[in-house]
């Protein structure tokens, strides 16, 4: 099955080529007492520096099955996720790990500590999955979901997963459940080495 390709960026590029203040195009260049090419406005004189990103998500467990959902949107349409996504500005990140799961599992949790923290540089992002209960086995899945499921620890669908920041938290959780203790892992995901 294949979506239609979308007809914009989705989210868009990061790469800015107008000022959001004032609408001038914009000068790539290292600003005075700075270290690094900026996207700067010569018109009113706004730098506009970006940052990395957060990513939010949960491994919420029913009766010793995780929670998994297939995604219904690019990229990695099909493969398999722990909910997880892009915290919004407001938030913190507990709240946002509990939208995403509540967007993309219709899942009643209770969210439990954190679990893994993921920095991914290559992507300009850091991931934090937290450790949560479900408190029943009903799952509402959303328009970004395929379907929601709850797998039993035997039968993670290792290879039809979408990220390895999800299977490198799923993996932690099989070797931590072993011994039944649960701390929190911080690690970073290396840019893959070409074959
Ligand atoms: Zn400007």
Redesign the pocket.
């Known amino acids: 099955m294949t979506t239609p390709a979308p007809s914009f960026y989705f989210p868009a590029p990061r790469t800015q080529r107008?000022?959001?203040?004032?609408?001038?195009a914009?000068t790539l260049r290292v600003p005075p007492d700075d270290n690094r090419m900026r996207a700067v406005?010569?018109?009113?004189?706004?730098i506009h520096y970006q940052n990395p990103r957060n990513v939010v998500g949960v491994l919420a467990v029913w009766q010793d099955k995780v929670l998994l959902c297939r995604r219904a949107i690019e990229p990695r349409y099909d493969k398999w996720t722990l909910p997880a996504g892009f915290m919004e500005l407001g938030e913190t990140t507990a709240q946002g790990a509990m939208r995403e799961t509540q967007e993309e599992a219709g899942a009643q949790i209770e969210l439990g500590p954190l679990y893994t923290v993921i920095d991914v540089p290559h992507a300009e992002q850091v991931h934090f999955f937290y450790l949560a209960r479900a408190l029943s086995e009903d799952l509402f899945p959303g328009p970004e979901s395929l379907e929601a499921r709850f797998f039993p620890l035997d039968q993670i669908p290792w290879s039809e997963l979408a990220f390895r920041t999800v299977i490198t938290t799923l993996e932690h959780y099989v070797e931590d459940r072993k011994g039944a203790q649960f701390p929190m892992h911080h690690y970073d995901i290396p840019l893959p080495v070409p074959d």
């Open positions: 107008f000022c959001s203040q004032c609408s001038a914009i406005c010569e018109n009113c004189g706004a």
